[in-house]
């Protein structure tokens, strides 16, 4: 690796103010090894567990406190030190903060965060903040050691990460010991000076202040521990797997899983296999191909590298590939077949897909499903593939199960899934609830109002949650954004960097649901994937997903640009067609949701504008109408839906009345009261009414209101919500004379699906 780690960073000694090697077995007494005598105090839970990894804070409890007036006649400084912040860091936090508190308020401080990476140097409180900050105000990287300095002396602040330059600010007018007069009494290093900040959770080491500005050299030479074990454990974490026999593109990594170096690839032979990783097969008949790929890891001003040598097989002759083609055909949901089926039209290794059934009436040969009536019994059909490249053929035959349609039922009540926000740990998960009976404005909360969906899979955040129900009626799919904002609160990196996936689930009783999967629907230029939804487009015989995205022209999601709607096709939630645009108005839009009447479609969105006097309706809703879902060019219908009965509106759900001709929107005025409910009796009058009395959720937010039947309902009581459904009445006895009414008794027992009995009115 280099450069090589020139002298021990103990050398940089000059103008030491206080040193905190944070390098002790036990003990709440933190040595300054400065000289100075300025030793730390641990408030709190003190965790040496693993003494070269510094101090353990738990993020509840663990802070040092560093002495009164540590900046003291400093016009200069340099605060430097290793971090790693705990993946589950909660924000806002400091991860140092020397100066002044008042009430609860910062009143003049020095100090540093990760959420976005910056240094901040203030008189009073936030607002009279300078701060130091990447320009591209990125978060500084969890779970893996960073080195973390930030000098000041005349006008400039500059901020190093890993020893090399990330932001510098000419402009800063005050110093260090202009704090409080030289007089701080809040100095801590885990804490913030903001009562009501979080604690920082995760390891801190080698913690210096310094009363001089560093130069770059010396930080640089302060970071080379941290980068060259960075490099070190990703060198050895770094793995391609089996490249003995390849025959697909390789998945190169960008960076490193142990220590976050940055990870660039390069190749000996491109005609073979590219620096992305882009493999080109020999022709059939051909030798194999050879290439070295040697990734190069750098953190910080270090570097490091690791050979990869990788054999490319040869392309497949005709007749292997369509054989290899046919056995790796996959058509979802074979044994179970509810809807339309994708029937793939192009195989693997260059080969097309042509298909038949043996019973078009029930399948035809392009996927269309026709389940037979109810009371007819369940089918099974077989489905060939033939798979063509050149002269040569493949054939497979799947069966299809094919059962059939269910009953038609009446709807008895709603079911509501939605998410409760970012404010705790467990707000991002899918929560349900059930209306009482068939009111959609009363509601009572299913498995004590605890989460029943969780995510495990990609930022382990569940937000918008959508559930539809098939044509058919007897199979649903849920969706939901993959985002995670608890515990960062970066809206601007979930905007530029965030998933390009959507959450998927399938049920066909809402209660026992498939384990989730995570399909990547938008752009490589979409910076988020937000809100997704699905209608199903009965000329398309395909779902239409829509959601917003931002979109990017350069690599990097840099520069400003705003949401647009986009959309997909899918017939099974598992293959997806390209994503494209359905709304652009040149400014962010979000939320759109629909429903259709009488052949109408009729949407509603937000408008995601600031409020001004020439855009009186931005953040609220508007609604438009169509005839087709697809149109790029829909009707006006309303503008600023909710104005005057509330401040804003995000996220509409839309559902009809299961009892007449009325329709429901529940908007969210979020920052505020939550979701409130609206209705109406004509959707082309875009005249929604409050409604006045209303019982919803405690803290419901963007989600959708299904209607259900009696036995969907029941089928979700009995499984969240046990103590709320009756099962059976103790029979009651009553004496009473010819003549005369009954007199029946004010309570009965009752049997509820948990198995208690118990009095009821």
Request: hydrophobic letters at 35%; charged letters at 20%; proline letters at 4%.
């Given at each position: 690796m280099v450069p090589a780690q020139a002298a021990d960073t103990a050398d940089v000694t000059d103008g030491l103010a206080l040193w905190y090697k944070l390098d002790g077995a036990s003990g709440t007494t933190i040595a300054d090894a400065s000289s100075h005598g300025r030793d730390g105090t641990v408030n709190g839970t003190a965790d040496w567990s693993d003494p070269a990894q510094g101090l353990a804070f738990n993020g509840s409890d663990t802070s040092i406190n560093v002495p009164d007036d540590v900046m003291k006649g400093m016009d200069s400084i340099t605060v430097s030190t290793d971090v790693l912040i705990d993946s589950a860091q909660s924000t806002p936090y400091f991860i140092y903060g020397f100066g002044n508190s008042s009430g609860s308020n910062g009143n003049g401080y020095l100090f540093a965060t990760g959420n976005s990476l910056r240094t901040s140097i203030a008189t009073g409180n936030w607002s009279t903040e300078q701060t130091t900050k990447p320009s591209d105000s990125h978060n500084l990287t969890r779970a893996v050691w960073k080195q973390l300095t930030y000098t000041q002396t005349g006008n400039t602040g500059v901020l190093y990460e890993d020893g090399v330059e990330v932001g510098r600010n000419t402009a800063v007018t005050i110093t260090p010991g202009a704090i409080g007069s030289g007089t701080t009494t809040a100095n801590y290093i885990g804490r913030s000076v903001y009562s009501g900040d979080k604690l920082f959770k995760g390891r801190i080491r080698d913690f210096r202040v310094y009363d001089r500005a560093l130069a770059a050299s010396e930080v640089e030479q302060l970071s080379l521990p941290v980068a060259g074990q960075g490099v070190s454990d990703d060198k050895a974490a770094l793995s391609l797997g089996d490249t003995s026999a390849v025959t697909a593109d390789l998945d190169l990594p960008k960076t490193g899983t142990a220590g976050g170096s940055t990870i660039t690839w390069a190749s000996d032979n491109t005609d073979v296999v590219s620096g992305s990783g882009k493999v080109t097969r020999p022709a059939?008949?051909?030798?194999?191909?050879?290439?070295?790929?040697?990734?190069?890891?750098?953190?910080?001003?270090?570097?490091?590298?690791?050979?990869?040598?990788?054999?490319?097989?040869?392309?497949?002759?005709?007749?292997?590939?369509?054989?290899?083609?046919?056995?790796?055909?996959?058509?979802?949901?074979?044994?179970?077949?509810?809807?339309?089926?994708?029937?793939?039209?192009?195989?693997?290794?260059?080969?097309?897909?042509?298909?038949?059934?043996?019973?078009?009436?029930?399948?035809?040969?392009?996927?269309?499903?026709?389940?037979?009536?109810?009371?007819?019994?369940?089918?099974?059909?077989?489905?060939?593939?033939?798979?063509?490249?050149?002269?040569?053929?493949?054939?497979?035959?799947?069966?299809?199960?094919?059962?059939?349609?269910?009953?038609?039922?009446?709807?008895?009540?709603?079911?509501?899934?939605?998410?409760?926000?970012?404010?705790?740990?467990?707000g991002e998960q899918l929560y349900s609830a059930l209306s009482k009976g068939n009111d959609p404005v009363k509601w009572r909360e299913l498995n004590d109002g605890k989460p029943v969906l969780t995510s495990t899979l990609g930022e382990k955040g569940l937000r918008d949650p959508f559930i539809i129900r098939s044509p058919e009626g007897d199979k649903f799919y849920q969706i939901a954004t993959d985002l995670r904002i608890y515990g960062n609160g970066d809206w601007d990196a979930a905007q530029r960097s965030g998933s390009k996936s959507i959450m998927i689930w399938e049920s066909t009783d809402l209660v026992h649901w498939t384990n989730q999967r995570l399909i990547k629907i938008s752009p490589d230029s979409a910076g988020n994937t937000w809100a997704p939804e699905a209608f199903y487009d009965a000329k398309l015989g395909e779902y239409v997903v829509f959601w917003a995205s931002k979109l990017y022209d350069n690599e990097a999601h840099s520069g400003d640009t705003y949401n647009r709607m986009m959309y997909a096709t899918t017939r099974d939630f598992y293959t997806f067609s390209e994503p494209k645009v359905w709304i652009d108005r040149g400014y962010s839009v979000i939320d759109s949701t629909m429903i259709q009447n009488n052949g109408t479609y009729y949407r509603l969105s937000k408008d995601e504008r600031n409020n001004s006097s020439s855009t009186p309706n931005s953040k609220f809703i508007f609604e438009e109408k169509s005839d087709s879902i697809l149109n790029p060019s829909w009707t006006a219908v309303a503008e600023g839906i909710g104005k005057g009965a509330m401040s804003a509106a995000e996220g509409p759900l839309v559902f009809k009345s299961n009892t007449g001709d009325k329709w429901y929107a529940f908007l969210d005025e979020f920052g505020g009261r939550g979701y409130l409910p609206f209705e109406t009796t004509d959707l082309d009058s875009g005249n929604w009414t409050p409604v006045a009395d209303y019982d919803l959720p405690a803290k419901p937010r963007h989600g959708t209101v299904l209607p259900v039947t009696q036995a969907e309902y029941d089928r979700l009581l009995r499984a969240y919500q046990p103590d709320q459904l009756v099962e059976s009445v103790e029979a009651v006895k009553v004496k009473t004379r010819t003549g005369e009414a009954p007199v029946l008794p004010a309570t009965v027992i009752a049997t509820y699906a948990d198995g208690v009995r118990r009095p009821v009115a």
């Open positions: 059939a008949g051909e030798p194999d191909g050879h290439a070295t790929l040697t990734a190069t890891l750098k953190k910080g001003t270090v570097t490091g590298t690791k050979s990869f040598d990788v054999t490319v097989l040869p392309a497949f002759d005709d007749t292997a590939a369509t054989e290899r083609a046919a056995q790796s055909l996959t058509v979802h949901n074979l044994d179970d077949v509810r809807g339309n089926l994708t029937l793939p039209a192009a195989g693997d290794y260059g080969t097309t897909v042509s298909w038949s059934s043996a019973d078009e009436k029930v399948v035809e040969d392009d996927g269309l499903v026709h389940r037979p009536a109810h009371g007819e019994g369940s089918t099974t059909v077989a489905l060939t593939a033939t798979v063509t490249k050149g002269e040569a053929k493949a054939t497979r035959t799947f069966t299809a199960k094919v059962p059939e349609l269910p009953a038609e039922q009446a709807l008895k009540g709603y079911m509501f899934s939605y998410f409760t926000g970012e404010g705790t740990s467990d």
